[in-house]
């Protein structure tokens, strides 16, 4: 008797335990893990921007090259690293291997590089003076299969251009 009691009160202890805290459906459980898993990060590209990325391809479609892919997590990265450089008032390529590490972990970047600019006013102007630079236009003319641009102004107005590309 007293073992059919003790099953009788574990048996209710574990219905109780077990239902009150499930979800409604199992609808509900594979809603809530794909929310987690499909999250990614949203960038939104304003004129000067997707002019970049436009001109960038425009010019290595003219050599030959794979046209690269927007990609808002590596544009995410930029538009940070720009905000770096207008607090510190220098252009630079401060961190960058955190920036790198950072993309290697997240999208699973096999190779970084990165072009910075400042002042200049036009898509244009910014592409045209990368493309002049042997580093950088070694980097526009890279390996890569995505890439990421910010573009953001300091207190005076003066643009800050951070692109990096990255190999997939």
């Known amino acids: 008797m007293k073992n059919l009691k003790l099953t009788g009160i574990a ?17 509900d459980e594979v809603t809530a893990y794909n929310q987690v898993v499909t999250e990614t990060a949203v960038y939104n590209y304003n004129t000067i921007e997707q002019e970049i990325l436009e001109e960038v391809n425009i010019y290595r479609a003219a050599n030959g090259l794979e ?10 990265e930029s538009e940070g690293h720009n905000h770096h450089m207008i607090s510190e008032g220098e252009v630079s390529h401060d961190n960058f291997a955190l920036r790198a590490s950072k993309l290697m972990n997240r999208v699973g970047a096999k190779a ?3 072009n910075v ?17 042997q580093g950088h236009r070694e980097n526009i003319e890279g390996e890569y299969t995505h890439f990421g641009i910010s573009v953001r102004q300091d207190a005076e107005g003066k643009n800050y251009f951070t692109n990096i590309f990255i190999k997939k």
């Open 117 to 133: 600019g400042f002042g200049y006013r036009s898509a244009e102007a910014v592409v045209s003076a990368w493309l002049k630079s």
């Open 67 to 76: 046209e690269l892919k927007a990609m808002a997590e590596v544009s995410v």
């Open 112 to 114: 970084v590089a990165e």
């Open 11 to 27: 048996f209710i202890a574990c219905t109780l335990f077990l239902t009150s805290c499930s979800k409604e459906s199992i609808h």
